[in-house]
């Protein structure tokens, strides 16, 4: 089955500075690539997400690219504010089916 | 609805007491997920519903967890004789299966075992 791996857990950066979470999955069949968003005590919330057709796609100040070659996907946070502190997941689904499989999580904080 | 709806909201238990957590999907979502996250952890899939097809049971920790979803309707998450270390919250999420599409959660259910 598929294996999410996700890096860093944890992620410290000053407002204004940018931040990088990076994930690899292991199965070729992956062929869609969501981003969450966990805020403290809520319930992720998808904020973008890629198919394996794209190999970069941006909204406002997140991006994410894509490396079908390397299994390897990436979100990226320019400007951070302190409301992007939060837990984040990447997250893959293998074209085999509805599945999805997570990874274990990165908490971002954006010192002010 | 508009959105996944999970209830109660908030569940404390007795130990050894039976529960059952709810979870009302996205209309017209095939699939439905139930996860469970302990304090500052991750998600931690449980069952996995697409349609008419047999559930994906794999993540189900023993055999004190159930689930049962009708169609493509409401789902039912059973926790018999819970322990303390069932404790966490529960998420559900739903997808639809046309296109790529992400899966949307629930607000959770914080079930308290005491």
Known sequence: GENVEQHPSTLSVQE??????KCTYSDSASNYFP???????????LIIDIRSNVGEKKDQRIAVTLNKTAKHFS???TETQPEDSAVYF??????????????????????? | GAGVSQSPSNKVTEKGKDVELRCDPIS????????RQRLGQGLEFLIYFQGNSAPDKSGLPSD???????GESVSTLTIQRTQQEDSAVY??????????VGAFFGQGTRLTVV
């Open chain 1, 16 to 21: 204004g500075d940018s931040a990088v979470i």
């Open chain 1, 35 to 45: 981003w969450y968003k966990q805020e403290l005590g809520k319930r992720p919330q």
């Open chain 1, 75 to 77: 979100l990226h946070i």
């Open chain 1, 90 to 112: 990447c997250a893959a689904r293998p074209n085999t089916g509805n599945q999805f499989y997570f990874g274990t999580g990165t908490s971002l904080t954006v010192i002010p």
């Open chain 2, 28 to 35: 017209g979502h095939t699939a439905l997920y139930w996860y």
């Open chain 2, 64 to 70: 004190r967890f159930s689930a049962e979803r009708t």
């Open chain 2, 91 to 100: 998420l559900c999420a739903s997808s639809s299966n046309r296109g790529a």
